[in-house]
């Protein structure tokens, strides 16, 4: 049964947070779990309803999975199947980084093609050309990529930096005969963090975290062990609703660096390293005018919880989504909760203009998509009276206890079925 969140708020938040373990780094690296007959254990594994599916799709293709706490073991010995199922793929998008390595390791992989969602159309050119590049027979059939051959490097330019397009193509790589250049790469703390968990397992790999990957195939990879750096988007989110809320939550098991974003674009924010954790504090005063873009831009993440905290700068702020062509069905919930928020659409990009410094009331609203559910949960906290925000599933895919973790510090978040409420 689906549930929702009931917000009371204007609650004084004190105490800690420990920060998971990055989804997006999480989830590919379970994707190269194929890349080896050996086991591959990942310490720091963010406990989410998408690395659920992930392991879930990994099994129907044979996998053996281990999860204790927040370990998560895998290991493909063999296959039972080629096919990822459409009803599993569709979930969560990012299972289409299964088909690299897999078609890497075992020279055939069958991929339900993703589809579109509630970002926009979202292609994956990238991937498929890519994969072609390097020798793979690509064929379309009732929905699903057929994918067979023996891959061999090449030199491929992106025509944008993919992030799982980037990673798909870096997993195919380390068991391709040869070299294989990437240009125009995405650069993601993720990425790095992929790369290095290959480069463990025995993968010959250079240049990530700048614009050209080169990779030179070896003909096998082991297991290895690998704790997954600290989740950017949950540390950055946390700190926003500390700065929301005037609170006082420290934030554990996170690093300076994760921080990055929200003080280049809101350089009043202070961040304080304590012995208890990170303490991220306001107030912020400045209007901002921000353009998402590839790392080491302004992540589309992180788009809707900058928004929140613009609508509470006195003056006016503006928000331009350049990423996606979607995604800013945040805003129209924002002004259920008194936000002052106009989006005009210049040239096929989203741009909002923030009519900040107007206090929010609660209201009724509902979740799109996970970024602009967790805003929505940003702005109940620091809204006058209760707000209902209902399709929380989309939550769960990328915070792990969220509401547990802001009960934790004072919040007044309850989960109930949503028909009962
Ligand atoms: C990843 C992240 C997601 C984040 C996004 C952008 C994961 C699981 N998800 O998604 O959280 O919001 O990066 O930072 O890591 N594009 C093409 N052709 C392709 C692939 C992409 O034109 O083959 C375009 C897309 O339409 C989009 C842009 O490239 O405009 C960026 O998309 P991409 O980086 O691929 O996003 P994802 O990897 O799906």
Excluded at 106 to 126: K, N, T, W
Excluded at 350 to 379: E, K
Aim: charge should be negative; glycine fraction near 8%.
């Amino acid at each position: 049964m689906l549930e929702q969140f009931v917000v009371q708020g204007g609650q004084p938040l004190k105490g800690s947070i420990a920060i998971s373990g990055a989804k997006n780094a999480a989830l590919k690296m379970a994707c190269a779990a194929l890349l080896t007959d050996d086991w591959l254990i990942l310490d720091n594994t963010p406990v989410l309803s998408d690395m659920v599916i992930i392991c879930q799709i990994l099994e129907e293709l044979g996998a053996e999975i281990n999860w204790k706490d927040n370990q998560l073991s895998i290991r493909v010995k063999n296959l039972k199947t080629h096919r990822a199922r459409y009803d599993l793929v569709r979930k969560m998008r990012a299972s289409f980084v299964l088909l690299g390595p897999m078609l890497a390791r075992f020279g055939r992989a069958e991929i339900s093609l993703p589809g579109g969602c509630s970002l926009g159309v979202r292609p994956v050119d990238i991937h498929l050309n890519g994969l072609r590049a390097m020798g793979a027979n690509i064929e379309l059939e009732d929905g699903y990529v057929i994918a067979t051959g023996q891959l061999h490097g090449a030199e491929i330019m992106l025509h944008c930096p993919s992030v799982t397009g980037t990673e798909n193509l870096v997993m195919a790589a380390t068991l391709a005969k040869g070299r294989t250049i990437l240009h125009n790469v995405a650069k993601e703390p993720e990425i790095i963090d992929l790369c290095n968990c290959l480069i463990k397992m025995g993968a010959k790999i250079s240049g990530h975290g700048t614009d050209t990957i080169i990779i030179d195939g070896v003909d096998n990879l082991q297991g290895t062990t690998h704790r997954i750096i600290p989740d950017r988007l949950e540390t950055i989110t946390y700190a926003i609703a500390n700065i929301l809320t005037h609170g006082h939550i420290y934030l554990t098991n996170t690093e300076a660096w994760c921080f990055d974003a929200l003080t280049s674009c809101f350089p009043e924010v202070k961040i304080h390293h304590t012995d208890f954790g990170f303490l991220a504090e306001g107030p912020v005063m400045n209007t901002v005018n921000l353009t998402t873009a590839p790392y080491p831009g302004l992540a589309t993440d992180l788009q809707a919880q900058m928004m929140v905290l613009a609508t509470q700068i006195p003056g006016t702020s503006y928000i331009t989504e350049a990423v996606f062509e979607n995604r800013m069905m945040h805003v129209p919930e924002l002004c259920r909760m008194g936000a002052d928020i106009t989006v005009e659409d210049i040239q096929g990009t989203n741009r909002a203009t923030i009519h900040g410094g107007v206090p929010l009331s609660g209201a009724p609203v509902m979740a799109t998509d996970l970024r602009a559910s967790v805003s929505l949960v940003l702005a109940g906290l620091c809204a006058k009276g209760q707000t209902t925000i209902s399709r929380i599933y989309h939550l769960d895919r990328g915070y792990h206890a969220l509401d547990e973790k802001l009960n934790a510090c004072g919040a007044n978040i309850d989960r109930v079925k949503q028909e009962a409420a």
